[in-house]
């Protein structure tokens, strides 16, 4: 080796020495950034709180295998037009003014660019159509007699009748289910309207969550301030605590989503796109305990509290919905949804460690008391999110409260009585009373793919 090189060599050390920040200074960024992610992911380990499964099963589990499915799935047309009413009126306070933003807006589906199984045959109750021709005979036949016995009702009858058909279906739903009905309810396209950063924050949007937690979330009957956080949730029964988890979860879902697909550039013209992408810092900003009193941690672990819950839903339900066509009037769509969701169900059926909701609500007029509360508060959520500000933001709100309100129905109805095959047959349907709209269906799998695309991004994040 050459004097000078060698000279080099051994006097480097003593050069760094003296200029410490000139082959150092990314090598403390990447400290400082590991040292964070321990701080933020230090909670994602063993078993998920009232669940018998721990975080790395789930994250295996969702990022190879379930996330993928529910990707290829979601982008479909049965799954991805979602009717909604954005323009009720907020039932709570005067509304304090929308969102002015462009990234807020959201465009509605016109009635050519629908598919026209979708838009001629959405109704409130869906019954097919089935794979069993018989089925389908027996079902026009009803619907001729139900029909001919219709015109001889006059027009204050049958306002009667479809309030009471109403009433009889919220005392089963978790969900205001109006929208669905209402004349002002439009079908959006998920695809063109996705959930990500829109802007909107501030005391709107602020007030939004307070009002749920300070409000409608369960409280201890020691006082322990304004709302629940991971230091007295514990002091709250089972039922009262897969409550906060499932609002804290799905508020930490929505969190997460934001920051992975977050503005990071605006373009200053119309010839430069702006830039879109994940954003640590607000991810931090989140969720680092040294931000968040030491919650941000705990309200990840929430988050897949909310996942075990929808997927045990949805492993209850498959017998139900292994049995429809998930019909749009494309076939070869059609088929090829139809083989997606049942490789899909069977996944979720393999997966023992689900949530269990036997366990709760379980004894007499009590038990039946606090479920009739559980309900009461979710419906008051569901209201709120018709004050959210934000076309976008209401958007996703709805579908997201709307599917974990189907997910709650599925398990806490009384519909799946799994000792009764029958309870599944879709002829039998108008006696066992169990019944999931379109929309139900739609938002129950997107508010589940939120999920698993929460989950996976946090992979991302780690």
């Given at each position: 080796?050459?004097?000078?090189?060698?000279?080099?060599?051994l006097?480097?050390?003593?050069?760094?020495?003296?200029?410490?920040?000139?082959?150092?200074?990314?090598?403390?960024?990447?400290?400082?950034?590991?040292?964070?992610?321990?701080?933020?992911?230090?909670?994602?380990?063993?078993?998920?709180?009232?669940?018998?499964?721990?975080?790395?099963?789930?994250?295996?589990?969702?990022?190879y295998?379930?996330?993928?499915?529910?990707?290829?799935?979601?982008?479909?047309?049965y799954?991805?037009?979602?009717?909604?009413?954005?323009?009720?009126?907020?039932?709570?306070?005067?509304?304090d003014?929308?969102?002015?933003?462009?990234?807020?807006?959201?465009?509605?589906?016109?009635?050519?660019?629908?598919?026209?199984?979708?838009?001629?045959?959405?109704?409130?109750?869906?019954?097919?159509?089935?794979?069993?021709?018989?089925?389908?005979?027996?079902?026009?036949?009803?619907?001729?007699?139900?029909?001919?016995?219709?015109?001889?009702?006059?027009?204050?009858?049958?306002?009667?009748?479809?309030?009471?058909?109403?009433?009889?279906?919220?005392?089963?739903?978790?969900?205001d289910?109006?929208?669905?009905?209402?004349?002002h309810?439009?079908?959006?396209?998920l695809?063109?309207?996705?959930?990500?950063?829109?802007?909107?924050?501030?005391?709107?949007?602020?007030?939004?969550?307070?009002?749920?937690?300070?409000?409608?979330?369960?409280?201890?009957?020691?006082?322990?301030?304004?709302?629940?956080d991971?230091?007295?949730?514990?002091?709250?029964?089972?039922?009262?605590?897969?409550?906060?988890?499932?609002?804290?979860?799905?508020?930490?879902?929505?969190?997460?989503?934001?920051?992975?697909?977050?503005?990071?550039?605006?373009?200053?013209?119309?010839?430069?796109?702006?830039?879109?992408?994940?954003?640590?810092?607000?991810?931090?900003?989140r969720?680092?305990?040294?931000?968040?009193?030491?919650?941000?941690?705990?309200?990840?672990?929430?988050?897949?509290?909310?996942?075990?819950l929808?997927?045990?839903?949805?492993?209850?339900?498959?017998?139900?919905?292994?049995?429809?066509?998930?019909?749009?009037?494309?076939?070869?769509?059609?088929?090829?949804?139809?083989?997606?969701?049942?490789?899909?169900?069977?996944?979720?059926k393999?997966?023992?460690?689900?949530?269990?909701?036997?366990?709760?609500?379980?004894?007499?007029?009590?038990?039946k008391?606090?479920?009739?509360?559980?309900?009461?508060?979710?419906?008051?959520?569901?209201?709120?999110?018709?004050?959210?500000g934000?076309?976008?933001?209401?958007l996703?709100?709805?579908?997201?409260?709307?599917?974990?309100?189907?997910?709650?129905?599925?398990?806490?109805?009384?519909?799946?009585?799994?000792?009764?095959?029958?309870?599944?047959?879709?002829?039998?349907?108008?006696?066992?009373?169990?019944?999931?709209?379109?929309?139900?269906?739609?938002?129950?799998?997107?508010?589940?793919?939120?999920?698993?695309?929460?989950?996976?991004?946090?992979e991302?994040?780690?």
């Amino acid at each position: 080796m050459p004097f000078r090189w060698l000279l080099h060599f051994l006097l480097f050390p003593v050069i760094l020495a003296h200029f410490p920040n000139f082959a150092t200074k990314k090598d403390s960024a990447a400290i400082s950034s590991s040292i964070v992610s321990d701080r933020c992911f230090c909670e994602l380990k063993g078993n998920v709180d009232e669940c018998e499964c721990s975080v790395d099963i789930v994250d295996k589990f969702n990022n190879y295998r379930i996330y993928p499915l529910m990707k290829n799935l979601l982008a479909k047309n049965y799954f991805r037009f979602f009717k909604v009413n954005l323009w009720k009126p907020c039932p709570f306070w005067e509304d304090d003014g929308g969102c002015v933003l462009k990234s807020c807006a959201v465009e509605s589906c016109p009635a050519e660019k629908m598919p026209a199984g979708i838009y001629n045959s959405h109704k409130s109750i869906y019954f097919g159509p089935v794979n069993n021709p018989t089925l389908i005979e027996e079902t026009c036949a009803n619907n001729e007699q139900l029909g001919y016995l219709n015109t001889s009702l006059s027009k204050e009858m049958s306002d009667d009748l479809a309030l009471w058909k109403l009433h009889d279906e919220n005392l089963k739903s978790f969900c205001d289910i109006e929208d669905e009905e209402s004349s002002h309810s439009v079908f959006v396209d998920l695809l063109l309207n996705p959930e990500k950063y829109t802007g909107y924050k501030g005391h709107s949007a602020q007030r939004i969550w307070r009002s749920i937690y300070e409000e409608n979330c369960f409280k201890p009957k020691r006082g322990y301030g304004p709302y629940i956080d991971s230091t007295n949730v514990g002091d709250l029964c089972l039922e009262k605590r897969a409550f906060y988890r499932a609002i804290s979860g799905l508020h930490t879902s929505i969190n997460v989503h934001l920051c992975a697909d977050y503005l990071l550039n605006r373009g200053v013209s119309t010839l430069e796109k702006n830039q879109w992408g994940p954003n640590v810092e607000e991810f931090q900003r989140r969720f680092d305990p040294e931000l968040t009193n030491g919650e941000g941690p705990q309200r990840l672990r929430n988050l897949y509290f909310l996942y075990l819950l929808e997927l045990r839903a949805l492993a209850k339900a498959a017998p139900f919905l292994e049995q429809l066509d998930f019909y749009t009037g494309n076939a070869s769509e059609d088929s090829e949804v139809y083989t997606a969701v049942h490789d899909l169900l069977r996944h979720v059926k393999k997966f023992e460690p689900h949530f269990n909701e036997t366990s709760m609500f379980s004894g007499g007029t009590q038990a039946k008391k606090l479920k009739a509360e559980f309900r009461h508060h979710f419906r008051n959520v569901t209201q709120i999110m018709d004050c959210v500000g934000c076309e976008k933001c209401k958007l996703w709100g709805k579908l997201q409260i709307q599917g974990l309100g189907t997910a709650l129905k599925i398990l806490f109805s009384g519909s799946f009585d799994q000792a009764d095959p029958t309870a599944f047959d879709l002829a039998s349907m108008r006696r066992t009373h169990f019944q999931l709209s379109r929309n139900e269906i739609v938002s129950l799998f997107n508010a589940f793919g939120r999920l698993t695309h929460s989950i996976y991004s946090l992979e991302e994040f780690r």
